[in-house]
């Protein structure tokens, strides 16, 4: 016993690492500032991008489809299932109206201050608690 006391006095063995702080404590503090700690460098970054590129996406050709291809019915159905979603071509909607109306969604988005932002992540944070699972949805 004496032996552990010593140790845990000189901090032998237990390292120096400090706490981190929660959130809630890191955004009263500074809201719009991310400590060193959480985030990631470069090269993390160009891995992750390396891997969503990877990734093969499901297309879906609707004009196969329409004619009753079952093959492109297979590729759908294992869409649906494996992915969840799916992008689709040959469907007949011009590119202009595509961009007209992704345009016109970000266009018609309500601009809020950054202030109100803040505040409103701030609601949020408060109920995210250490190891706490309760505010999560799981689907699947």
Not at 83 to 106: A, C, M, P
Request: glycine share 8%.
């Amino acid at each position: 016993m004496a032996l552990e006391a010593s140790h845990e006095e000189q901090g032998i063995g237990w390292g120096s690492a400090q706490p981190a702080p929660s959130v809630q404590e890191i955004l009263r503090n500074n809201p719009l500032c991310v400590p060193d700690r959480y985030r990631r460098g470069r090269q993390e970054k160009s891995t992750a991008d390396v891997v969503a590129a990877s990734l093969d996406l499901p297309v879906i050709d609707l004009s196969l489809l329409s004619s009753g291809d079952e093959g492109e019915r297979l590729c759908l159905d294992s869409a649906c299932k494996d992915w969840g979603f799916f992008q689709t071509v040959n469907h007949g909607i011009s590119d202009e109206v595509i961009r007209s109306g992704l345009y016109k969604s970000v266009q018609h988005r309500p601009h809020r201050p950054r202030r109100y932002k803040t505040a409103r992540f701030l609601d949020v944070a408060k109920s995210i608690k250490k190891g706490s699972l309760k505010d999560i949805m799981w689907t699947g």
